[in-house]
């Protein structure tokens, strides 16, 4: 294996690795390293032209390994699906990779801590467009409070590790668990994002780029 495929984030122990863009271990977060079973990284392509950002794992997600399974799992796969896309299309992925406490969000800490190991991560894949799903990704990528459900479907430009990526804001998947006018929000979010991309039944051979003057 080549330096170019193991890096060092964060603090650059050994405690702290990762090959391509997985966390291989880290120890930054004592309480989440507590919390854990396992790091959970992002799945799919790691060249994938769509890539979409949670906040962190929940009890489901430690459990079996993957972002974004159980009921919000079942949620984002339905929404890929009416897009003309399957789970294993696109990226997906956490600003945090291991599961804090109860469910809480991550702190503003943690956030940090795991910045490196996002940066990394975009950097390898390099999608063509990231979707943030709720409020946490959104303000750790947009850096400033946003009103999420206002907000949805609006594209943005956002900076991460010194590189700029095009990204689209989205409610969370769960959100239209508990609120029901929130799914069309969703699911037009998502439609909307792989149309940018390129991807999906809403694809062009332009890779997305002349939707993009539509928003």
């Known amino acids: 294996m080549s330096d170019d495929d193991t890096a060092a984030a964060g603090?650059?122990?050994?405690?702290?690795?990762?090959?391509?863009?997985d966390v291989i271990a880290c120890e930054q977060c004592p309480e989440l390293v507590e919390s854990r079973s396992r790091i959970v990284d992002?799945?799919?392509?790691?060249?994938?032209?769509l890539l979409l950002l949670g906040e962190a794992p929940g009890a489901n997600e430690d459990e079996q390994g993957e972002p974004f399974v159980g009921?919000?799992?079942?949620?984002?796969?339905?929404?890929?699906?009416?897009?003309?896309?399957?789970?294993?299309?696109?990226?997906?992925?956490?600003?945090v990779r291991c599961r804090p406490?109860?469910?809480r969000d991550p702190h503003t800490e943690e956030l940090a801590n795991c910045r490196g190991h996002l940066e990394r991560e975009l950097a390898v894949v390099d999608p063509k467009l990231v979707v943030t799903l709720g409020k946490v990704p959104s303000e750790h990528l947009l850096d400033r409070s946003i009103a999420v459900t206002k907000a949805a479907g609006d594209v943005v430009d956002v900076r991460l590790g010194g590189r700029g990526y095009r990204a689209v804001v989205s409610v969370h998947p769960a959100a239209t668990l508990y609120d029901g006018s929130q799914r069309e929000t969703f699911f037009e979010t998502i439609a909307r994002a792989a149309e940018i991309a390129g991807v999906g039944s809403g694809g062009d051979e332009d890779g997305g780029q002349s939707s993009l003057g539509q928003f």
């Open 101 to 103: 406490p109860e469910n």
């Open 42 to 49: 992002g799945v799919g392509p790691d060249d994938a032209d």
């Open 71 to 95: 009921r919000s799992g079942s949620i984002l796969d339905e929404a890929l699906r009416d897009a003309g896309l399957a789970r294993d299309d696109v990226r997906i992925t956490n600003c």
């Open 11 to 21: 603090d650059g122990s050994a405690a702290n690795r990762m090959e391509g863009p």
